[in-house]
């Protein structure tokens, strides 16, 4: 079952593995604009953060939301408990594996906070948390496998005129019964973390290694699982493009997913760029792909196979299905592109990849969504019910 968002709805779709054709179901809408949602352990819940506050902005927005959702045996959704009231706009969320609390993270100002699971699967309010460093720009939190640990990755800051470079960092700390205690703070590259810049991470299925999206410098990380925390620097580290970003153009990567069989790892290419032509604003140009890494089983090394065009602009967020047999990439911006003297226009939406058995990608179809200026922020397939 896969479900997708726009602005504040989440609608359900079933998908026909021989036809790759999408079958929408059913919607249902929550309090302000979905930002992330993640599913419990056990495929029953569906716990989605909200917000109406534009991405990347400070103090603003009134409408911020944990919500509870149910997963019934045939995947519609209900809402389940009154949607827990949250600080600020929050960016990501996720679940340990045994599924008892739920962690939320917020980027500006840097925020996490914790939420425990009540008996009837709801998220319930904040429990109090002191952390005095939760690195600068969070964009995504994320529990190691074995489940003592989190990994806040903090993005940092380009320079700006009136700023400079801000460092990013993997924040790790120790959990203990939902309380959250300052682990490492790891920061690649010898400089402090400047010139260091992570957005997601993701774990392989055998728990040994971590692979780091790298949005500011656009470069795939590999890093060894050591314990509870990871290795300060990466075994491995790749360019995610097929060519060197231009400079003064936005390109960034994005996010990050390994195959449930764990010989390929998936990362998203941004760039959503705009130049004035013919008066409009278009496309000024970029990479925006599917990057392909097969894993080496021994090592975890990944090397580039294959990058795909997801024929849209801005895949924030993309998902396999839990057989590893689907990709759908969820491209989150209508663009308009020139085209020799004209000026084409390209709607947001949905595009289906089958799966090949060495984990390179084959475009079946694409979908576009109608969106009427909301964002498509986020899609995922439910896990198997337990």
């Given at each position: 079952?896969?479900?997708?968002?726009?602005?504040?709805?989440?609608?359900?779709?079933?998908?026909?593995?021989?036809?790759?054709?999408?079958?929408?179901?059913?919607?249902?809408?929550?309090?302000?604009?979905?930002?992330?949602?993640?599913?419990?352990?056990?495929?029953?819940?569906?716990?989605?953060?909200?917000?109406?506050?534009?991405?990347?902005?400070?103090?603003?927005?009134?409408?911020?939301?944990?919500?509870?959702?149910?997963?019934?045996?045939?995947?519609?959704?209900?809402?389940?408990?009154?949607?827990?009231?949250?600080?600020?706009r929050p960016i990501h969320l996720t679940m340990g594996?045994?599924?008892?609390?739920?962690?939320?993270?917020?980027?500006?100002?840097?925020?996490?906070?914790?939420?425990?699971?009540?008996?009837?699967?709801?998220?319930?309010?904040?429990?109090?948390?002191?952390?005095?460093?939760?690195?600068?720009?969070?964009?995504?939190?994320?529990?190691?496998?074995?489940?003592?640990?989190?990994?806040?990755?903090?993005?940092?800051?380009?320079?700006?005129?009136?700023?400079?470079?801000?460092?990013?960092?993997l924040m790790l700390y120790r959990l203990d019964e939902?309380?959250?205690?300052?682990?490492?703070?790891?920061?690649?590259?010898?400089?402090?973390?400047?010139?260091?810049?992570?957005?997601?991470?993701?774990?392989?299925?055998?728990?040994?290694?971590?692979?780091?999206?790298?949005?500011?410098?656009?470069?795939?990380?590999?890093?060894?699982?050591?314990?509870?925390?990871?290795?300060?620097?990466?075994?491995?580290v790749l360019p995610s493009t097929r060519e060197a970003?231009?400079?003064?153009?936005?390109?960034?990567?994005?996010?990050?997913?390994?195959?449930?069989?764990?010989?390929?790892?998936?990362?998203?290419?941004?760039?959503?760029?705009?130049?004035?032509?013919?008066?409009?604003?278009?496309?000024?140009?970029?990479?925006?792909?599917?990057?392909?890494?097969?894993?080496?089983?021994?090592?975890?090394?990944?090397?580039?196979?294959?990058?795909?065009?997801?024929?849209?602009?801005?895949?924030?967020?993309?998902?396999?299905?839990?057989?590893?047999?689907?990709?759908?990439?969820?491209?989150?911006?209508?663009?308009?592109?020139?085209?020799?003297?004209?000026?084409?226009?390209?709607?947001?939406?949905?595009?289906?990849?089958?799966?090949?058995?060495?984990?390179?990608?084959?475009?079946?179809?694409?979908?576009?969504?109608?969106?009427?200026?909301?964002?498509?922020?986020?899609?995922?397939?439910?896990?198997?019910?337990?």
């Amino acid at each position: 079952m896969l479900y997708s968002s726009v602005g504040a709805q989440i609608t359900r779709y079933e998908i026909d593995p021989d036809s790759a054709e999408l079958i929408e179901r059913e919607s249902i809408a929550l309090p302000s604009v979905v930002q992330y949602g993640w599913f419990s352990p056990s495929g029953r819940m569906l716990y989605v953060v909200t917000s109406d506050a534009p991405g990347g902005t400070v103090g603003l927005g009134v409408m911020h939301r944990l919500c509870s959702l149910d997963v019934s045996e045939g995947g519609r959704l209900t809402p389940a408990g009154a949607p827990v009231a949250l600080p600020q706009r929050p960016i990501h969320l996720t679940m340990g594996p045994d599924g008892r609390f739920v962690f939320v993270a917020y980027n500006n100002p840097a925020n996490l906070t914790v939420h425990p699971i009540g008996a009837d699967g709801t998220a319930g309010e904040a429990t109090v948390q002191d952390l005095p460093d939760l690195g600068i720009f969070p964009h995504q939190v994320r529990v190691l496998p074995g489940g003592r640990s989190l990994v806040l990755v903090t993005r940092g800051n380009r320079a700006k005129s009136a700023r400079p470079e801000e460092p990013g960092a993997l924040m790790l700390y120790r959990l203990d019964e939902g309380g959250v205690a300052p682990l490492a703070a790891l920061r690649p590259g010898g400089n402090g973390g400047l010139g260091y810049g992570p957005r997601h991470l993701a774990f392989d299925p055998s728990g040994r290694w971590a692979y780091v999206a790298v949005e500011l410098q656009s470069e795939l990380h590999m890093h060894r699982i050591e314990g509870d925390s990871l290795a300060p620097e990466p075994d491995a580290v790749l360019p995610s493009t097929r060519e060197a970003p231009v400079s003064g153009r936005h390109q960034a990567g994005g996010a990050i997913h390994v195959h449930p069989r764990g010989h390929a790892v998936y990362m998203s290419n941004r760039a959503n760029g705009l130049v004035d032509y013919a008066g409009r604003k278009v496309f000024a140009g970029g990479e925006n792909s599917i990057a392909v890494f097969a894993i080496d089983p021994q090592s975890g090394v990944p090397r580039h196979v294959q990058s795909v065009d997801p024929r849209g602009f801005q895949v924030r967020s993309f998902a396999l299905d839990p057989a590893g047999t689907v990709l759908v990439a969820a491209t989150l911006t209508d663009m308009l592109v020139q085209a020799g003297d004209q000026i084409d226009y390209v709607p947001a939406g949905l595009t289906l990849f089958r799966v090949l058995p060495d984990g390179r990608l084959d475009f079946a179809k694409r979908y576009p969504v109608a969106t009427s200026g909301e964002p498509l922020n986020w899609v995922a397939f439910a896990p198997p019910r337990t």
